[in-house]
C-alpha cells in the first residue's frame, strides 16, 4: 500500500472547464481570435519597429522586446488552453509541464522588469533631454533589454527547479487551464515552505522593486513636465510616456484585481469563485499581451505613420 502511495507522477490532469463542457467551444473561440489579434498586433509592432529606420530608438527597441516577449508569454499557454477544450481527457507529461511552467513564469518576470526599463527610458528623455543620447546609447539601452530576459529566465530556472524537485505522489489533478505553479504546488506530498518563501522574495524583486521604480520615475517626470510653461508642451511632453503609463496601469491592475479580491466562505460560492478565478486568471494572460500593441498604435504617431508606410509600400508592390 504505501509504495502505490508513493508512486511518481509520470502527468497531470488539467481541469479547465470540465465541469461546464457547455461553455469550452465558445471560450475556444474567443481564445483564438483574441490569441490571433496578439500575434497579429505584436508582430506588426515587431515589423515597423525594425523596418522603419525612424523607430531606431531605445524605446521602441525595448517596444519590440516588449511584443516578443508577450507572443512568446501567450504561445507557451494558450495552445495548450487551446487543446484542452477540444481534448476529453485534458492531460500533460510531467516534463511538459515544467516547461510550461518556466516558459509562462520567466516571461512574466521579464516583462516586469522591461516596464521599469522603458520607464528609466522615459525619465532620462524628460528629465534630462540633453544626456539622453549619451546615457541611452544602444551600448547601454541593448544590455538593459538582455539583462531583463537574463534576470527573468534565471527566477524561473530557480523557482521551477524547486518546484520539480518535490515530490507528487497523491492527486495529480490540476484545478486550472495550464500548469500553474500554486496550482501545482498544492499537489506536492512535502513540505512546501521554501518554494512559497522563495516566491515571496522572487515577488519582491520582480514585482515589488519595478512597481516602486515606475512610482519613483513618474513622480520625477510629472515634476518635471508641470514645470512646462505652455499647456501644447506639457500635452507634448506627457504624450510620450502616456502608452507605457497605460500599459504599466492595466498590466499591474490586473495582477491586484486578480490577487486582492476577498475568497467567498461560502461553499456553493467558493465553487463559483474557483471558476471566476480560473477564468480571470486565464483572460489576465490575454488581455495585456492584446492590448499592448492597441495602445501603442492609436496613442504614438510615430508607430502610426510607420504602420501607414509599411501598409502603402506592400500595396504599392503589389
Known amino acids: 500500500m504505501e509504495a502505490r502511495n508513493q508512486s511518481t507522477v509520470t502527468e497531470f ?61 501567450t504561445t507557451s499557454s494558450v495552445p ?29 518576470a521579464t516583462e516586469c522588469v522591461l516596464l521599469g526599463m522603458m520607464a528609466f527610458d522615459r525619465y532620462v528623455a524628460i528629465c534630462n533631454p540633453l544626456r539622453y543620447p549619451v546615457v541611452m546609447s544602444k551600448a547601454a539601452y541593448v544590455p538593459m533589454a538582455a539583462s531583463s530576459w537574463v534576470a527573468g529566465g534565471a527566477n524561473s530556472l530557480v523557482q521551477i527547479s524547486l518546484a520539480v524537485q518535490l515530490p507528487f505522489c497523491g492527486d495529480n489533478v490540476i484545478n486550472h487551464f495550464i500548469c500553474e505553479i500554486l496550482a501545482v504546488l498544492k499537489l506536492a506530498c512535502a513540505d512546501i515552505s521554501i518554494n512559497v518563501v522563495s516566491m515571496g522574495v522572487a515577488n519582491v524583486i520582480f514585482l515589488g522593486v519595478p512597481v516602486l521604480f515606475i512610482f519613483v520615475s513618474y513622480i520625477f517626470i510629472l515634476t518635471i513636465i508641470l514645470r512646462i510653461p505652455s499647456p501644447e508642451g506639457q500635452r507634448k511632453a506627457f504624450s510620450t510616456c502616456s502608452a507605457h503609463l497605460t500599459v504599466v496601469v492595466i498590466f499591474y491592475g490586473t495582477i491586484l484585481f486578480m490577487y486582492g479580491k476577498p475568497k467567498s466562505k461560502d461553499p456553493l460560492g467558493a465553487d463559483k469563485q474557483d471558476l471566476s478565478d480560473k477564468l480571470i486568471s486565464l483572460f489576465y494572460g490575454l488581455l495585456t499581451p492584446m492590448l499592448n500593441p492597441i495602445i501603442y498604435s492609436l496613442r504614438n504617431k510615430d508607430v502610426k505613420t510607420a504602420v501607414r508606410n509599411l501598409v502603402a509600400q506592400k500595396c504599392f508592390t503589389q
Request: glycine share 8%.
Open 80 to 108: 495548450l488552453v487551446l487543446d484542452g477544450f477540444l481534448t476529453p481527457r485534458k492531460t500533460i507529461s510531467f516534463s511538459g509541464c515544467a516547461v510550461q511552467m518556466f516558459l509562462s513564469f520567466a516571461m512574466g
Open 13 to 73: 490532469v488539467l481541469l479547465g472547464l470540465s465541469a461546464h463542457p457547455k461553455l469550452e467551444k465558445t471560450f475556444f473561440v474567443l481564445i483564438l481570435l483574441m490569441y490571433l489579434v496578439i500575434l497579429l498586433g505584436n508582430g506588426v509592432l515587431i515589423l515597423v519597429t525594425i523596418l522603419d529606420s525612424s523607430l531606431h530608438t531605445p524605446m521602441y527597441f525595448f517596444l519590440g522586446n516588449l511584443s516578443f516577449l508577450d507572443i512568446c508569454y
